[in-house]
């Protein structure tokens, strides 16, 4: 029994770092396809730690916040609950409950918690406010074929 509870604890601890990292992966496709961040602009979607809540504790999202804003980025973030929390908590970027405002001239979009709204967002009005058109898909969330139809490069983390 201690042996089973010992091995379910480590499985849990590995699947917790993995997870907790995941935000270096999208540093990593952002930079393979974009070249250097600096100045670029990165649209995060999704700040709280999962979809339906407000929740910022433990949050990847501000990981990777953090990360693109040290990589030079210019961030701009949108959250349908916690962005006046956001708000508080991260400073020198663009954080709105708009969407739409958030994505416009964007170099770069992140999807970065599972909203399950982000599925039902108007794709092509989003490529027409977009500069760029790369996704970067952290949650295998959206309809990569529909996507790629309307002359996005997707980006799903853990798929390809």
């Known amino acids: ?8 604890t480590n499985i849990v601890k590995a699947a ?16 393979e396809n974009l070249g250097t961040l600096e100045n670029k602009v990165i649209s ?4 709280s730690f999962k979809g339906e809540t407000d929740d910022l504790r433990g949050s990847v999202s501000l990981k990777l916040v953090e990360d693109l804003k040290r990589n ?3 961030v ?13 908590i991260i400073k020198n970027i663009f954080i709105s409950k708009d969407v739409y405002a958030v994505v416009k001239d964007a170099d770069a979009l992140v999807i970065a918690t599972d909203w399950k709204e982000y599925t039902k967002l108007d794709w092509e ?10 996704i ?20 799903g983390i853990g798929r390809k």
């Open 1 to 8: 029994m201690l042996k089973k509870n010992s091995l379910s």
């Open 16 to 31: 917790n770092i993995v997870n907790e990292n995941q935000y270096k992966v999208v540093i990593k496709e952002l930079t």
């Open 44 to 47: 995060v979607l999704g700040l």
């Open 72 to 74: 030079g980025a210019v």
């Open 76 to 88: 701009k973030a949108h959250d349908y609950l916690s962005y006046e929390k956001a708000k508080k």
């Open 125 to 134: 009005r989003m490529k027409e406010l977009m500069k760029g058109n790369l």
């Open 136 to 155: 970067i898909d952290g949650r295998n969330l959206l309809d990569s074929k529909l996507l790629k139809e309307l002359g996005f490069v997707y980006e």
